[in-house]
């Protein structure tokens, strides 16, 4: 029987991040914090080897992109808080930082034991982060579907002016000698 954590990806657990290490000898050396949110037990920082790089691709690329402004990978919680206040207030925020959850997708995906360090509420807190965002990938989908509706109805009408500009039936003879020779004077024949 195979482990719940090697068939769905434990990686995407971790709370993983990258940084420049600033102290001696290690100055400019990039470094990289690996832990589960909501666990202060079991936190690991190194220098950055080649296989956390290629273990981690999503937080090695946000750790170069940050230079471009970039900060989280996914919804930052924050942001969520401004959206829906009543779904998760400012005390359910302090107290996700202070685990280590960056973002709603940490929140979503967060294993049993995770949402556990959360504390009462916490499976609800985790059901309402996923409804989140499911709902901002639904208005997204709407969005998306109402623009391609319109240009579909845009696509549509010209289609009508064409077909209406259009005569019925088949061009006479003279009709279709003069296009054919103006064509063939066109392209230089």
């Given at each position: 029987?195979?482990?719940?954590?090697?068939?769905?990806?434990?990686?995407?657990?971790?709370?993983?991040?990258?940084?420049?290490?600033?102290?001696?000898?290690?100055?400019?050396?990039?470094?990289?914090?690996?832990?589960?949110?909501?666990?202060?037990?079991?936190?690991?920082?190194?220098?950055?080897?080649?296989?956390?790089?290629?273990?981690?691709?999503?937080?090695?690329?946000?750790?170069?992109?940050?230079?471009?402004?970039?900060?989280?990978?996914?919804?930052?919680?924050?942001k969520w808080h401004e959206d829906e206040s009543s779904e998760l207030n400012e005390a359910q925020l302090v107290e996700l930082e202070i685990l280590r959850f960056q973002t709603v997708d940490q929140v979503a995906t967060a294993s049993d034991s995770q949402i556990q360090r959360v504390g009462m509420g916490g499976l609800g807190l985790r059901e309402r982060a996923r409804a989140y965002l499911n709902k901002k990938a639904n208005n997204t989908a709407s969005l998306e579907l109402a623009e391609t509706r319109e240009e579909l109805s845009e696509l549509k009408a010209q289609i009508a002016i064409l077909m209406a500009a259009r005569k019925p039936g088949r061009p006479r003879k003279e009709e279709a000698d003069e296009f054919d020779n103006a064509s063939v004077g066109d392209t230089g024949h």
């Amino acid at each position: 029987m195979s482990l719940d954590s090697d068939v769905n990806n434990a990686d995407s657990h971790l709370h993983v991040e990258f940084y420049e290490n600033t102290k001696e000898p290690y100055l400019g050396v990039p470094f990289v914090i690996i832990m589960a949110p909501g666990d202060k037990t079991s936190i690991f920082d190194q220098p950055a080897s080649e296989d956390h790089k290629i273990r981690f691709p999503r937080q090695w690329f946000h750790f170069q992109s940050k230079t471009n402004g970039a900060q989280y990978i996914g919804t930052p919680l924050r942001k969520w808080h401004e959206d829906e206040s009543s779904e998760l207030n400012e005390a359910q925020l302090v107290e996700l930082e202070i685990l280590r959850f960056q973002t709603v997708d940490q929140v979503a995906t967060a294993s049993d034991s995770q949402i556990q360090r959360v504390g009462m509420g916490g499976l609800g807190l985790r059901e309402r982060a996923r409804a989140y965002l499911n709902k901002k990938a639904n208005n997204t989908a709407s969005l998306e579907l109402a623009e391609t509706r319109e240009e579909l109805s845009e696509l549509k009408a010209q289609i009508a002016i064409l077909m209406a500009a259009r005569k019925p039936g088949r061009p006479r003879k003279e009709e279709a000698d003069e296009f054919d020779n103006a064509s063939v004077g066109d392209t230089g024949h």
